[in-house]
């Protein structure tokens, strides 16, 4: 079993930043690919970024703003969030999975945060 843990969210103005993190407790944290996501309000859950043993990839909705990483030695990973923009507004979640043939596939992932809440005033 995998427990996951966001935390950094909150409100912030447009254009501000965030660091969103996710802490990661039971099996082994390298096994796992990690992603975020986020559901904003009356819309589905959609992808944001994620990280795999040794790549990255972004949504390009949000490529050039926000960047995935992970920290091997802490078993966490985060989330940067520049230049935010009101329609970033939503609960990001973070996932892992093991075997994650999508990345941006929410079905692939095997465990879930509870999420945080983030808000971008305009």
């Known amino acids: 079993q995998v427990q996951l843990v966001e935390s950094g969210g909150g409100l912030v103005q447009a254009g501000g930043s965030l660091r969103l993190s996710c802490a990661t407790s039971?099996?082994?944290?390298?096994?796992?690919?990690m992603g975020w996501f986020r559901q904003a309000p009356g819309k589905e859950r959609e992808f944001v970024a994620a990280?795999?043993?040794?790549?990255?990839t972004h949504a390009d909705s949000v490529k050039g703003r926000f960047t995935i990483s992970r920290d091997t030695a802490k078993n966490m990973v985060f989330l940067q969030m520049n230049s935010l923009k009101p329609e970033d507004t939503a609960v990001y979640f973070c996932?892992?999975?093991?075997?994650?043939?999508?990345?941006?596939?929410?079905?692939?992932?095997?465990?879930w945060g509870q999420g945080t809440q983030v808000t971008v005033s305009s």
């Open positions: 990280a795999t043993w040794g790549s990255t």
């Open positions: 039971g099996r082994t944290f390298s096994a796992y690919a």
């Open positions: 996932a892992a999975g093991v075997s994650v043939r999508a990345l941006s596939n929410d079905r692939w992932y095997d465990y």
